[in-house]
C-alpha cells in the first residue's frame, strides 16, 4: 500500500511560483511511476505532469510544458510550477502506481492523494 500526502498549495498571483510536494509512505512507492493532476470547478480531472520510476524522462500536458518541472526522490514526488496563470487554478492531486498506456488516463493509476488546492490570482 502507498499512501499519498500533498503540500504547498496556496494564493499567488499570477506570474508568481509555488513548489508543490508530494509525501510517500510505503517502500513501493521509489517502483512506481508518479505523477500530478489537477481538477478545477465543473471540470473533469486532468493530467499535469509525470515521471517514470527511474526519474529520467518526464512528461507534460501541453499548456504546463515549458512552466512546469516535475521531480522525484526517494519518498516525494514534486511539481514546480512557474510563470502561474488564473487558468492553473485548480485542486491538483499527487498520484503513483500506473499501469498501462497513457499516463493522460487517469484510470490507469492507482494511488492518489487527497489534494492541494491552487488559486491563481489575477
Known amino acids: 500500500q502507498v499512501q499519498l500526502v500533498e503540500s504547498g498549495g496556496g494564493l499567488v498571483q499570477a506570474g508568481g511560483s509555488l513548489t508543490l510536494s508530494c509525501a510517500a509512505s510505503?517502500?513501493?512507492?521509489?517502483?512506481?511511476?508518479a505523477g500530478w493532476f489537477r481538477q478545477s470547478e465543473g471540470k473533469e480531472r486532468e493530467f499535469v505532469a509525470a515521471i517514470p520510476f527511474g526519474g529520467g524522462s518526464t512528461y507534460y500536458e501541453a499548456s504546463v510544458k515549458g512552466r512546469f518541472i516535475i521531480s522525484r526522490a526517494r519518498n516525494t514526488v514534486s511539481l514546480q510550477m512557474n510563470n502561474l496563470r488564473p487558468e492553473d487554478t485548480a485542486v491538483y492531486y499527487c498520484?503513483?502506481?500506473?499501469?498501462?498506456?497513457?499516463?493522460?488516463?487517469?484510470?490507469?493509476?492507482?494511488?492518489w492523494g487527497r489534494g492541494t488546492q491552487v488559486t491563481v490570482s489575477s
Open positions: 510505503g517502500r513501493a512507492f521509489s517502483a512506481y511511476s
Open positions: 498520484t503513483a502506481q500506473h499501469v498501462g498506456r497513457g499516463y493522460e488516463d487517469r484510470s490507469t493509476w492507482g494511488y
